[in-house]
């Protein structure tokens, strides 16, 4: 089976860097357009260069935008839809944590911008993106989420209390969406070989414990969460909606 976004439209936040840079060149490579969305435009740029170069059958463009602001969310939506006339499918990847540490000690104000980036940063994100796929008569959005959701981790209270939300949000949309022919899933990376996490891995002790832990037993790859992404946006995931699916190993 061959995966083919052919002529799709995507758009891709976070895609600066990491998993979201990793989706953008997947979907180029299966002959999408790949819209990246990040607040780096930098960043974007050198990301959107490294797309073209690698010689994928689709097109890449990039547009600067911060997620919590939903005006600039719904500016990103526009010129997406504006760049070939249709949306066709989201991975929202845009995300992280402002702080680490005991529930007793964090500071409330870190703990309401890390919400407001992965709650309410993906509430606009799908607000504005599903407005314009039900327009077209359907499309697909992948949220991306965390086994953090699922599974506690110490001193990451903000980070996975909020990765939660993401999952109801999205099993929410795709009851309410589905009618209209708008699919909606989400996917729960593990420990995933980012820029981000790249010191950590570095660590014997860490990587060594994390393969003991995990039935396959190495880290992630960007490639990994990106191949599941194009999966769920492409036909071959027709009939799949709701649903929260675990990329961990």
């Keep these: 089976m061959q995966l083919s976004l052919t002529d799709r439209t995507v758009l891709v936040t976070g895609g600066g860097s990491g998993i979201g840079k990793g989706v953008a ?13 990040g607040r780096n435009a930098d960043r974007l740029a050198g990301a959107a260069d490294e797309i073209r170069a690698a010689g994928g059958a689709g097109s890449v ?13 719904a500016r990103v939506v526009d010129a997406a839809t504006a760049w070939t006339g249709r949306l066709h499918g ?5 995300g992280g944590s402002e702080t680490i540490g005991p529930i007793t000690q964090v500071d409330s104000d870190a703990w309401r911008r890390t919400v407001d980036l992965n709650v309410n940063g993906t509430m606009y994100v799908l607000k504005h993106s599903a407005r314009e796929m039900v327009k077209a008569g359907g499309g697909s959005f992948v949220g991306i989420s965390s086994i953090a959701a699922s599974n506690t981790h110490r001193w990451f209270g903000a980070y996975g209390v909020s990765k939660s939300a993401v999952d109801h949000l999205m099993q929410l949309a795709a009851d309410e969406l589905g009618s209209s022919w708008v699919r909606v899933n989400c996917l729960r990376p593990g420990l995933i070989r980012t820029d981000l996490v790249a010191a950590v891995l570095q660590s014997p002790e860490v990587s060594g414990d994390y393969a003991s832990c995990t ?11 990106a191949n599941a992404a194009v999966f769920l946006l492409s036909d071959a995931a027709s009939y799949i909606t709701g649903q929260v699916i675990n990329v961990d190993g």
């Design 90 to 94: 989201v991975v929202h990847c845009a």
């Design 215 to 225: 039935p396959l037993p190495r880290p992630g790859e960007v490639e990994d969460v």
């Design 25 to 37: 060149a997947a979907v180029a490579a299966s002959g999408g357009n790949a819209m990246l969305v």
């Design 61 to 73: 463009l990039y547009e600067p935008a911060d997620v919590t602001n939903e005006d600039e969310v």
